[in-house]
């Protein structure tokens, strides 16, 4: 174990000691495949040699070596993980001042933060809708998958609105723009209209209590439809 004075340590990941009573399960298979992806940037805490926060990331990246993968194969370094003379270092934060009571309601509390947030769905949505549509980055490095925007977006369809309780959308350097207001009758052919209308460029997006607000570029949009999009 290697300790430079500051309260992060470098540890080999065979001498940790994961939380027995830790009463959360995480998803290994996802986590396997964010740091296989992504690389391993996130800081574990250690008390006394046991894992208090991060237990299913430490079982995920010794799934990850036994199945034969090395941080060097991911293409985004790995600012958490190092490995020297074939041995798995991860940065651990040191939390062994705080007594037994205190590191459990530590790691309880990590726990329960992580799984309180949620997602604004029309937010998701949009940038969901960004890596399907993109070349560069695939839709599943989010976590996410196909079906899970399609789902979303179905359920985005089922929401009602009041259209004059939207604000405005600034116009930037729109002289001459025209607002249009559709309605669909199936989630399915939102789902499909969305789709296609995001082969536009969007100049502004709006989300008002769970309400959709787009600006679309209609030229632009008109222009690939006409150059054979349709």
Not at 78 to 101: F, H, P, Y
Not at 187 to 216: C, M, P, V, W
Request: hydrophobic residues 35%; charged residues 25%; glycine residues 8%.
């Amino acid at each position: 174990m290697e300790h430079d004075g500051s309260p992060t340590k470098w540890v080999d990941i065979k001498t940790l000691k994961l939380w027995e009573r830790n009463p959360n399960e995480g998803d290994i298979g996802k986590i396997m495949h964010s740091i296989s992806t992504h690389g391993f940037n996130d800081t574990c805490h250690l008390w006394r040699g046991i894992v208090k926060a991060g237990n299913h990331s430490i079982m995920a990246l010794t799934n990850l070596r036994a199945d034969g993968w090395h941080p060097d194969k991911c293409k985004i370094p790995s600012g958490c993980l190092r490995v020297e003379n074939g041995t798995w270092q991860v940065a651990m934060l040191d939390i062994s001042e705080m007594d037994d009571l205190q590191s459990d309601a530590f790691g309880l509390a990590i726990n329960h933060i992580q799984r309180s947030g949620i997602d604004d769905p029309v937010a998701l949505a949009e940038l969901l809708q960004e890596f399907a549509n993109s070349d560069e980055i695939a839709i599943g490095s989010s976590s996410f998958n196909a079906d899970d925007l399609d789902e979303l977006l179905a359920d985005l369809g089922d929401r009602v609105f009041d259209t004059n309780q939207l604000p405005d959308i600034p116009e930037g350097d729109l002289n001459d723009a025209h607002l249009l207001y559709v309605t669909f009758k199936t989630r399915d052919d939102l789902s499909r209209a969305l789709k296609i209308l995001t082969y536009g460029e969007r100049n502004g997006f709006i989300a008002h209590e769970g309400a959709r607000k787009s600006q679309i570029d209609g030229d632009k949009f008109i222009d690939r439809w006409d150059n054979g999009f349709g």
